[in-house]
Nanobody, 124 residues
C-alpha cells in the first residue's frame, strides 16, 4: 500500500504559476498509474490529469490542457503538477491519487489511494 502526501499549494494571482508535488511513502509509485483531481467548495471532486505507470500516456481535462503538465520523477517517489496561467476557476483543493492497474480513468472510484489534499487559491 502506498501513502500519498501533497504539497505546494498556496495563494497566487491569476496568470501565475504553482507546482504541486505528491510524495510517496511506504513504497514507490512504480507499480501505480497516477492522477490529479480537484474539488472546489460545493462541487464534486473532478479529474484533472493522468499519467501512466510507464510515463508514456498523459490525459488532461479540457479546461487545463495547454496550461497544466503532469509528470513523475525517475525515482518514482514524486508526482508533479505544473500549473501555469492559473485562473480563478482553478481554485480548489487538489488531490493526488494512485491506482494499481488499468488504463486512464477519470473516475474517483477507480483510485483506491488518495492524499489529504493541498489548497490552491487563485485571486482575480
Amino acid at each position: 500500500q502506498v501513502q500519498l502526501a501533497e504539497s505546494g499549494g498556496g495563494l497566487v494571482q491569476a496568470g501565475g504559476s504553482l507546482k504541486l508535488s505528491c510524495t510517496a511513502s511506504g513504497r514507490t509509485f512504480s507499480s501505480y498509474a497516477m492522477g490529479w483531481f480537484r474539488q472546489a467548495p460545493g462541487k464534486e471532486r473532478e479529474f484533472v490529469a493522468f499519467i501512466s505507470r510507464n510515463h508514456d500516456i498523459t490525459y488532461y481535462v479540457n479546461s487545463v490542457k495547454g496550461r497544466f503538465t503532469i509528470s513523475r520523477d525517475s525515482a518514482e517517489t514524486t508526482l508533479y503538477l505544473q500549473m501555469n496561467s492559473l485562473k480563478p476557476e482553478d481554485t480548489a483543493t487538489y488531490y493526488c491519487a494512485a491506482k494499481a492497474s488499468g488504463g486512464p480513468s477519470y473516475s474517483t472510484w477507480n483510485y483506491p489511494y488518495w492524499g489529504q489534499g493541498t489548497q490552491v487559491t487563485v485571486s482575480s
